[in-house]
């Protein structure tokens, strides 16, 4: 079974503080995603990488960066945390790209994070 | 762009009713990937079935079935005799180029 872990269920930041968020998968996945989940918005990508060292902004880039040093870790970095970044933050990975085979992604638990 | 509607945000129904979740989506691809994802109140989202472009069979899994349509565009989730356990948020995707496009998600409730 795949398995996505993240670095935390819960976490609590200050406004501008550097905050970040590890993700972790076991599958050799090539690919791997960021989402932001806010009621009534549903899942928005943040940012994905599809090798190492390889980054795309998704639809809502801004104020966050993204590292992706070795293929099973990718990492969400909030620069200085507002508190507009309280959201739920979901990591994927996926063997395959969208657009061909083996393309479902297989989430994390989930990180909630509050910004005060 | 690609776009998922699903206009049920939120559904809520009484054990062993069926229940029927929409999904129509938007493309102008011609070959595309469906899914189908659960989200229990754990938080973390579950797959339940992808459905390329070109295979319009209908699935039956158990409880559950999809029903593809594409002159309709819509992908649409069944769930039969429904239990407790069904209680989750169910998302609906499409694939676009690198990327999925996902919908806003329908919380179905099932009362005991």
């Known amino acids: 079974d795949v398995k996505v872990t993240q670095s935390s269920r819960y976490l609590v930041k200050r406004t501008g503080e550097k905050v970040f968020l590890e993700c972790v998968q076991d599958m050799d996945h090539e690919n791997m995603f960021w989402y932001r989940q806010d009621p009534g918005l549903g899942l928005r990508l943040i940012y994905f990488s599809y090798d190492v060292k390889m980054k795309e902004k998704g639809d809502i880039p801004e104020g966050y960066s993204v590292s992706r040093e070795k293929k099973e870790r990718f990492s969400l970095i909030l620069e200085s945390a507002s508190t507009n970044q309280t959201s739920m933050y979901l990591c994927?990975?996926?063997?395959?790209?969208?657009?061909?085979?083996?393309?479902?992604?297989?989430f994390g638990p989930g990180t909630r994070l509050t910004v005060l | 762009a690609q776009k998922v509607t699903q206009a049920q945000t939120e559904i809520s129904v009484v054990e062993k009713e069926d229940v029927t979740l929409d999904c129509v989506y938007e493309t102008r691809d011609t070959t595309y990937y469906l899914f189908w994802y659960k989200q229990p109140p754990s938080g973390e989202l579950v797959f339940l079935i992808r459905?390329?472009?070109?295979?319009?069979q209908n699935e039956i899994s158990g409880r559950y079935s999809w029903n593809f349509q594409k002159s309709t565009s819509s992908f649409n989730f069944t769930i039969t005799a429904s239990q407790v356990v069904d209680s989750a948020v169910y998302f609906c995707a499409l694939s676009e180029a690198l990327k999925l496009v996902f919908g806003k998600g329908t919380k179905l409730t099932v009362n005991p």
């Open positions: 459905r390329n472009s070109f295979d319009e």
């Open positions: 994927a990975s996926s063997l395959g790209l969208a657009g061909g085979p083996y393309n479902e992604q297989f």
